[in-house]
């Protein structure tokens, strides 16, 4: 079993960027694909981009295609996603989560699952 917990999300205003950062335990990242999904108040939790094992293959929603960017370092553990010119629509919980197939979009392929860190976007 793999432990998730994400860090830095905060308060920025629109235009700005974050960082923010998955980090596990229990088990190394490398066995498991990584997805970051959000949600929002009132809404359905989204699925926002999804790495691979080895971080050869990358794939995004529409939405933040060209603005944020997903990695991995295997050897620390980490998954991070870069979210840059942020908009007050990308203001949610963001989630990191890990899937033992190849990848997904769809989020009850993932298997574990982080507590959350808030982004908030203001305008």
């Known amino acids: 079993q793999v432990q998730l917990v994400e860090s830095g999300g905060g308060l920025v205003q629109a235009g700005g960027s974050l960082k923010l950062s998955c980090a596990a335990s229990?088990?190394?990242?490398?066995?498991?694909?990584m997805g970051w999904f959000r949600q929002a108040p009132g809404k359905e939790r989204e699925f926002v981009a999804f790495?691979?094992?080895?971080?050869?293959?990358?794939y995004y929603v529409d939405s933040v295609k060209g603005r944020f960017t997903i990695s991995r370092d295997n050897a620390k553990n980490t998954v991070t996603l870069q979210m840059n010119s942020l908009k007050p629509e990308d203001t949610a919980v963001y989630y990191c989560?890990?899937?033992?197939?190849?990848?997904?979009?769809?989020?009850?392929?993932?298997?574990?699952w982080g507590q959350g860190t808030q982004v908030t976007v203001s305008s």
């Open positions: 989560a890990a899937d033992t197939g190849s990848g997904s979009d769809w989020y009850r392929d993932y298997d574990y």
């Open positions: 229990g088990r190394t990242l490398s066995s498991y694909a």
């Open positions: 790495i691979n094992w080895s971080g050869g293959q990358t």
